[in-house]
C-alpha cells in the first residue's frame, strides 16, 4: 500500500509552547489529507480535512486558531499546536487520501501517529 | 449524529478459529465502508474495503459482508493468528470524503 510519513513520532513539550507535527505522502500525491485526535482505549475523532492550496475545514468544535493546519503542497500537510497544554496531551494521527482504480475508490492511508505529551 | 457503532467491545478467540467482527451504521447515505487495524501506538492500517453496490468482498484471509437492509458491515478473518491481535474499526465515507470511524473493537487471539 502506500506510505504516509507522519513525524515526530514522539515529542514532549513545555506548556505554552507550539508544536508542529508534519504529514508526508511518500509516493503519491494527495490532494486532501485528515487530522484525527485519538485518547487512549478511543476511535478516530476527526479533526479537520486539509486541502492543498486552501483553507482546512474543522469539525465542530475544534478550535482552528489553536490547531493550525497548513497544507502546501500535494504531499505535505502540517498541524501545529499552538500554546500546548497539558489537556492538548493525545495521540495526534494524519492520514492522505488517494483516489485508484477503476471504481475510484478513495482509501485514506495513515502516518504511524504522533504522540504528544504536555508538561 | 450519524455514526457508525460496533456491538462488542473485545472479541476473544483461539488461535486457528474464525473471527468475526460486527459494525453497525445508521448513515444511509455512506456508499464506501473500510476496516482498519489498528496495533498499539500505531496508526490504523487498511485491510479492505466494499462499496455499497456490492455485499462481499474476499481479500487474502478477510471477508467483509455488507448488508444494507440493516445497516450493518462485518469483518470475518480466517483460521485467526497472534498476529491478528489489534483493535479493529470500521468506517464509513459518504459522498468520498469524510471518513467516520467506530467506536473500535479489541480482538485477543489466544494461543
Known amino acids: 500500500g502506500a506510505v504516509v510519513s507522519q513525524h515526530p513520532s514522539w515529542v514532549i513539550c513545555k506548556s505554552g509552547t507550539s508544536v508542529k507535527i508534519e504529514c508526508r505522502s511518500l509516493?503519491?500525491?494527495?490532494?486532501?489529507m485528515f487530522w484525527y485526535r485519538q485518547f487512549p482505549k478511543q476511535s478516530l475523532m476527526l479533526m479537520a480535512t486539509?486541502?492543498?492550496?486552501?483553507?482546512?475545514?474543522?469539525e465542530q468544535g475544534v478550535e482552528k486558531d489553536k490547531f493550525l493546519i497548513n497544507h502546501a503542497s500535494l504531499t505535505l500537510s502540517t498541524l501545529t499546536v499552538t500554546s500546548a497544554h497539558p489537556e492538548d496531551s493525545s495521540f495526534y494521527i494524519c492520514?492522505?487520501?488517494?483516489?485508484?482504480?477503476?471504481?475510484?475508490?478513495?482509501?485514506?492511508?495513515f502516518g504511524a501517529g504522533t504522540r504528544l505529551s504536555v508538561l | 449524529g450519524e455514526s457508525v457503532g460496533l456491538h462488542l467491545p473485545t472479541l476473544s478467540v483461539q488461535e486457528g478459529d474464525n473471527s468475526i467482527i460486527n459494525c453497525a451504521y445508521s448513515?444511509?447515505?455512506?456508499?464506501?465502508f473500510i476496516w482498519y487495524k489498528q496495533e498499539s501506538g500505531k496508526g490504523p492500517q487498511f485491510i479492505i474495503d466494499?462499496?455499497?453496490?456490492?455485499d462481499k468482498r474476499q481479500g487474502q484471509r478477510v471477508t467483509v459482508l455488507l448488508n444494507k437492509t440493516v445497516k450493518h458491515l462485518s469483518l470475518q478473518i480466517a483460521a485467526t493468528q497472534p498476529g491478528d491481535s489489534a483493535v479493529y474499526f470500521c468506517?464509513?465515507?459518504?459522498?468520498?470524503?469524510?471518513?467516520?470511524f467506530g467506536a473500535g473493537t479489541r480482538l485477543f487471539v489466544k494461543a
Open positions: 448513515n444511509s447515505a455512506s456508499d464506501y
Open positions: 466494499i462499496r455499497s453496490n456490492m
Open positions: 509516493d503519491f500525491q494527495a490532494t486532501t
Open positions: 486539509s486541502n492543498e492550496g486552501s483553507k482546512a475545514t474543522y
Open positions: 492520514s492522505a487520501r488517494m483516489t485508484s482504480g477503476r471504481n475510484g475508490r478513495n482509501i485514506q492511508y
Open positions: 468506517a464509513e465515507n459518504a459522498g468520498g470524503f469524510k471518513t467516520i
